[in-house]
């Protein structure tokens, strides 16, 4: 399965809306001006994400990991390798961070900007299906990405799809990639998709 | 399954219950869809001092007025609409304001986390729920170990600067002894091969200096050890620095000279006398001078100042060299430190020199200090030490040049009460030239001052029997003049500094720990005879 070239750039361009709200309570929080760019989405088996974000992101990563649940329901991630994460904990609060292990208050940041970025996200979603998706609380973990999606994988027996969204955060003149990983059934990824066109030939 | 047997939901129900109003270790508000109260948890009545009934049935944000005060209500609304929020204490410090009192008393706001999620009953939301965590421990523990993890970096990196610069050195050694091994090796297979004159001379020439060269760097290192294990000791007497600096000057002459470099001592024509050990102090005026020479420049000058100020000794090398980097300077006396070690360096050396000098500067209670305008500005290194207390204290150069006509003319009184020792100094300053009257006792002594037989020098032992020779020299300091100003030498077998002291205390000028070579004494007596001798007569 593939993302059509209009697909991309509608999806693109919603996402992008969504991430400029985001990306204005982050400066609202921090003081500082936070921008958060998409370059690309991509659309993967799941069992296939694991390969191609292992190929970007080699170590450990921290992740924050929401369920929704509603009409559409799913998984979201963000990922942010441990470094970036420790970079843009320092970046947010101009302070120095310890290994994430031992320090919960970056921990905590980190999951609030996650909970921030996946809120957009999902929030815009489900503006664009017109329907209202519950979350479920944000949670931190520290493991490997193949750990981390090969929990996704468990006791789910339909086939489903990811959307791997590579996300920028620029600020005080450094950038951090992190990486939102949407997990839907197939179901839900093809209803969210036909949305996503009509909304783009209702734009154009 | 017994009739009478709860529901499992009842446990949970219960348990629930229990855990809310009793034990939850944080803040639990819950709220209806119109945001008024409907739960109010035992730990909010503790923190808050709100109770239950006076919380229960009213708008969060009248019971709370902080939160939309702070802008957070919008966290409600994106909950009621079906999305989790927490907030972290770094952004928000607190979502509900508590003053805690902490064990030292002194009371400050808690800071919390919070987490606001909707309640939803089949699908549809019906109300929120928040809960409080209190982080203001953790956040301190946290504080506490970043700045210990700051500090124990910032150790490491020190440890790590120390590693690198013993690694440097270790390198800079290998460099600085192979060189001249180098040619040591060169010139003796030359000389195996050539044989005319010219040429063994200019290699024995050449051998010699690098064996010197080799030599010094020896010394430098043993030094350093001893000065770093603290077996580096001082033999302290009273002396005249001017010598000491001369000497210095001496042995850096000839390659200042090379380099065309004018070096300028002024000394003054007064003694100025300090308690040293000379050859340390010469060493570390040398490790001074060798310093300057090396870095100042082909045509360049060194001036030498030795003045006395306040009843501290000066001695100040100025030179038109290099100068020190600002960033350098406080590095400038520390061990192995040099301010370029790269292999490209243009001076050579240990980086030991001036370390040297300030240890031993600082075993004298001296100091050494430099200062420069900056590079290519020069540098002025002022070596310190008080002003020794004892008067009429002279020096003596190291090596003697006494000969046969050096005490000729000059009227010896010898005091010993060892006939041994009496006989072998008395027939050895007579072949200097001295005319040496010989007694056994104080009270001879006395007899023959009082007489008005009196020498040009008083040659004393201390351990007598009955009046020793402090009780000597006291009473011949109390005779009249010209007893009084009469030169006298102590020459002891109680050699310590202690001894030394007393018998420069009791009236005498100097004081030589046997054995003496007879030599040293004859230079002595004629140092201290001819100073007597110019001096103005009071």
Redesign the interface.
């Given at each position: 399965m593939e993302l059509t070239v209009v697909q991309q750039d509608a999806l693109i361009e919603l996402l992008n809306i969504g991430f400029g709200r985001a990306a204005a309570s982050l400066s609202q929080?921090?003081g500082h001006r936070v921008l958060l760019e998409v370059p690309s989405v991509t659309i993967h088996a799941v069992g296939d994400v694991a390969v191609s974000l292992e190929a970007v992101i080699q170590h450990d990563v921290a992740s924050v990991h929401?369920i929704f649940s509603?009409p559409v329901a799913g998984d979201a991630l963000l990922l942010l390798d441990q470094s970036g994460a420790s970079m843009l904990k320092e970046l947010l609060?101009n302070?120095?961070a310890?290994p994430l292990a031992?320090?919960?208050?970056a921990r905590?940041?980190i999951?609030?900007v996650g909970?921030i970025l996946l809120?957009a996200c999902l929030?815009t979603f489900?503006n664009i299906l017109h329907v209202?998706?519950?979350?479920?609380?944000?949670r931190l973990s520290l493991e490997s990405v193949g750990a981390i999606l090969e929990s996704l994988r468990v006791h789910r027996e339909s086939v489903r799809y990811a959307l791997v969204i590579h996300a920028g955060f620029k600020l005080r003149d450094a950038e951090v990639r992190g990486y939102l990983v949407i997990v839907l059934s197939v179901a839900s990824l093809d209803r969210l998709l036909r949305e996503v066109e009509g909304w783009e030939r209702n734009n154009r | 399954m017994n009739e009478t047997e709860p529901r499992p939901d009842v446990f949970l129900a219960t348990a629930a219950r229990l855990w809310f109003e009793d034990m939850a270790d944080r803040g639990i508000v819950v709220t209806d869809d119109a945001l008024v109260i409907r739960a109010w948890n035992a730990w909010l009545v503790v923190h808050t001092g709100i109770a239950a009934v006076a919380a229960i049935g009213r708008p969060l944000f009248a019971v709370c007025p902080d939160i939309p005060a702070r802008g957070l209500d919008v966290h409600y609304r994106?909950a009621l609409?079906?999305?989790?929020?927490?907030?972290?204490?770094?952004?928000?410090r607190f979502l509900i304001p508590v003053i805690r009192s902490a064990v030292s008393g002194a009371a400050h706001e808690m800071l919390q986390?919070a987490?606001i999620?909707?309640l939803?009953v089949d699908?549809r939301?019906v109300g929120t729920i928040t809960i409080v965590e209190d982080?203001t421990e953790?956040?301190v523990s946290?504080r506490e170990?970043?700045s210990q993890?700051?500090v124990a970096e910032r150790a490491r990196a020190i440890a790590e600067d120390a590693s690198q610069l013993k690694d440097d050195f270790l390198a800079t050694l290998s460099h600085e002894i192979r060189t001249p091994l180098n040619a040591v090796m060169g010139w003796s297979r030359i000389l195996r091969n050539k044989v005319d004159v010219k040429s063994r001379d200019h290699a024995l020439d050449v051998i010699e200096r690098n064996a010197a060269a080799q030599l010094r760097l020896v010394e430098d290192l043993l030094d350093m050890a001893r000065v770093i294990s603290g077996k580096l000791r001082l033999d302290v007497k009273a002396v005249d620095i001017r010598p000491l600096v001369q000497a210095a000057v001496d042995v850096v002459e000839p390659s200042a000279a090379a380099k065309h470099i004018t070096i300028d001592i002024s000394a003054g024509p007064d003694r100025r006398v300090v308690n040293a050990d000379p050859d340390r102090l010469q060493q570390a005026i040398w490790n001074v001078m060798s310093n300057a020479v090396k870095f100042t420049p082909n045509g360049g000058r060194i001036d030498v100042r030795v003045t006395t100020k306040n009843r501290i000794v000066e001695v100040k090398v100025t030179d038109s060299g290099q100068g020190i980097s600002p960033e350098f300077m406080p590095y400038l006396f520390d061990r192995f430190r040099q301010a370029d070690g790269s292999p490209s360096r243009r001076h050579g050396g240990l980086g030991l020199g001036l370390a040297l000098a300030r240890q031993i500067m600082e075993l004298h209670g001296g100091s050494i200090s430099a200062r420069s305008e900056g590079p290519d500005k020069g540098s002025e290194f002022c070596v310190r030490l008080p002003e020794a207390d004892l008067l009429g204290q002279v020096a003596l150069s190291p090596r003697s040049s006494a000969n046969a006509s050096t005490l000729v003319g000059i009227a010896v009184l010898l005091v010993d009460d060892s006939d041994d020792s009496r006989e072998m100094l008395g027939i050895a300053l007579q072949a200097y030239g001295a005319d040496v009257t010989a007694v056994a006792s104080t009270e001879t002594s006395m007899e023959m001052l009082l007489g008005g037989n009196m020498p040009d020098v008083i040659v004393s032992d201390i351990g007598m029997p009955g009046s020793d020779g402090y009780e000597l020299i006291r009473r011949v300091r109390a005779l009249p003049l010209p007893a009084t100003q009469l030169p006298a030498i102590a020459v002891t077998a109680y050699a310590d500094a202690e001894h030394r002291l007393e018998a420069l205390g009791a009236g005498y000028q100097m004081h030589m720990p046997k054995p003496v070579d007879p030599a040293i004494v004859a230079e002595a007596i004629k140092t201290l005879v001819t100073a007597a001798r110019s001096a103005p007569k009071s």
């Open positions: 929080l921090t929401q509603g609060t302070e120095p310890l031992f320090d919960a208050s905590e940041v999951t609030e909970n809120n929030g489900g209202q998706v519950t979350f479920s609380v944000p | 994106r609409d079906g999305e989790v929020r927490v907030l972290a204490h770094r952004f928000h986390t987490r999620a909707p939803s699908g939301i982080v953790r956040v946290e170990l970043r993890i700051l």
